[in-house]
């Protein structure tokens, strides 16, 4: 059963800085992981989307590598705003006909 | 424009009570879902409905019954309400194949049974 962690649970970072959220996920056999951001109150953004061929995906100051033998991935943030404080859940989609699999998340606070 | 909307956003009810709630796209979607969220913030899958017909039912109690309209509405009716389905809801939907699936979520709603 494929299972995913984030690690940390929380992380809090003064404005500017660079910084790295995990993901494990237990099982390699995947078609695709994504990151997604959650703010207090609203529903889930879908941030980026690496397929299992793929070992990153850029977007701004967002950069989210895989290592699908590894069963691991990271969301790099650059230079932190405090507008990045949200919640980013990582999800992984398990190959065959099974749905999206999700982390607990990692809560970002950046401090201006 | 909103592209996954869902109704209401706050829902407080007492126990025992029957309950809907409502979520359309206007994306052009195939495929929709329900998520629940619940207090230690875990997201998990309970529906999915590809072109009005179920295609994932994630072992939820008979309680809750998904209703497709068409394929761009997906509400969730929750008969005798319990304390523990005290939640945020969220509806999603996605381009038909569940290869892909990149989600686009509802604002969600949150549920109190009290």
């Known amino acids: 059963k494929q299972e995913v962690t984030q690690i940390p649970a929380a992380l809090s970072v003064p404005e500017g800085e660079n910084l790295v959220l995990n993901c494990s996920f237990t099982?390699?056999?995947?078609?695709?992981l994504q990151w997604f951001r959650q703010d207090p109150g609203k529903g889930l953004t879908s941030l980026l989307l690496i397929q299992s061929s793929q070992r990153e995906q850029t977007s701004g100051r967002l950069n989210a590598s895989l290592d699908k033998s590894s069963g691991r991935s990271t969301l790099y943030i650059a230079a932190s705003q405090p507008g990045d404080s949200a919640t980013y859940l990582c999800?992984?989609?398990?190959?065959?006909?099974?749905?999206?699999?999700f982390g607990k998340g990692t809560r970002l606070s950046v401090i201006a | 424009d909103t592209a996954v909307s869902q109704t209401p956003k706050y829902l407080v009810t007492q126990m025992g009570n029957d309950k809907s709630i409502k979520c359309e796209q206007n994306l052009g979607h195939d495929t929709m879902y329900w998520y629940k969220q619940d207090s230690k913030k875990f997201l998990k899958i309970m529906f999915s409905y590809n072109n009005k017909e179920l295609i994932i039912n994630e072992t939820v109690p008979n309680r809750f019954s998904p209703k497709s309209p068409d394929k761009a509405h997906l509400n969730l009716h929750i008969n005798s309400l319990e304390l523990g389905d005290s939640a945020v809801y969220f509806c999603?939907?996605?381009?038909?194949?569940?290869?892909?699936?990149?989600?686009?979520f509802g604002s969600g709603t949150q549920l109190s049974v009290l």
């Open positions: 999603a939907s996605s381009v038909a194949g569940l290869r892909v699936e990149k989600l686009f």
């Open positions: 999800a992984v989609k398990p190959s065959g006909n099974t749905p999206l699999v």
């Open positions: 099982d390699s056999a995947i078609y695709n």
